[in-house]
């Protein structure tokens, strides 16, 4: 043993590797849905351990392998710009996409923390026609002049949207007037209907043949539909004076 012997002593560097805490991303609301219509979808954001040091930025993008248009909105109805960054909370956000155009929608939500991790998650949306059937029918295909006559209409969906739709007309040929509930309406004014079964009231003044285009458009698409209707206005018979002489 050497006394003498200088203590020794040691540098021992230690390193703290600091670990972002993880995040977890999930989007829900994929199916179809009508043109010109609303979609709801969420966006679900939580933390694998709690960091409340931790924030988050998303941004929506429409996929180049989509056929169709549409936009993003907040349920407070503003309108999200694509590939624009905007703050999003930890739990569930709920937004929803109008389709403008038909085609399938591939939505990309790509959240971005302040660490600079990056998920995405797709929601896939496909945006359908709105399709239907007009029908325009007169009551009476021939009434005398001055008199009215009922024009039945049906609207059918191939599959209940909750569009809603208007109907105007145009007298192609004779004089007519049409009336609904006892208001009138005037020709080349859109009026709101319902789909299923109604009917509006046509009065015609003169003898002759009427004939009357009908035109209904869905409000949401502005697809139209048409439907004609003829009906034949005859004079009042002559009354019949013949006296006999006794």
């Known amino acids: 043993t050497n006394n003498n012997d200088a203590p020794v002593s040691k540098d021992a560097a230690i390193t703290f590797n600091a670990l972002s805490a993880q995040f977890n991303l999930s989007t829900s609301g994929d199916g179809q849905m009508f043109l010109n219509g609303n979609r709801d979808f969420n966006v679900f954001l939580s933390q694998e351990r709690v960091d409340n040091t931790v924030s988050y930025e998303v941004e929506y993008q429409i996929l180049s392998s989509s056929t169709g248009t549409g936009e993003v909105y907040t349920k407070d109805d503003i309108q999200v710009g694509y590939q624009t960054a905007r703050s999003i909370d930890l739990g569930t956000t709920a937004m929803y996409f109008r389709g403008t155009s038909l085609g399938t929608i591939e939505l990309e939500v790509k959240v971005t923390d302040s660490n600079d991790n990056v998920k995405t998650s797709i929601v896939s949306f496909e945006i359908q026609n709105i399709d239907y059937t007009f029908s325009a029918v007169a009551e009476n295909n021939q009434i005398v002049e001055g008199d009215q006559t009922s024009v039945n209409f049906s609207i059918r969906e191939s599959s209940a949207s909750g569009a809603t739709?208007?109907?105007?007309?145009?007298?192609?040929?004779?004089?007519?007037?049409?009336?609904?509930?006892?208001?009138?309406r005037n020709p080349s004014t859109y009026y709101d209907v319902n789909t299923g079964d109604y009917s509006w009231n046509l009065t015609a003044p003169t003898a002759g043949t009427v004939e009357v285009l009908f035109t209904v458009r869905n409000k949401a698409t502005g697809v139209t539909a048409e439907g004609t209707v003829t009906i034949g206005v005859v004079a009042p018979a002559e009354p019949d004076f013949r006296f006999t002489a006794v």
């Open 165 to 184: 739709y208007e109907m105007q007309y145009a007298v192609q040929s004779g004089q007519a007037s049409l009336s609904s509930g006892g208001s009138t």
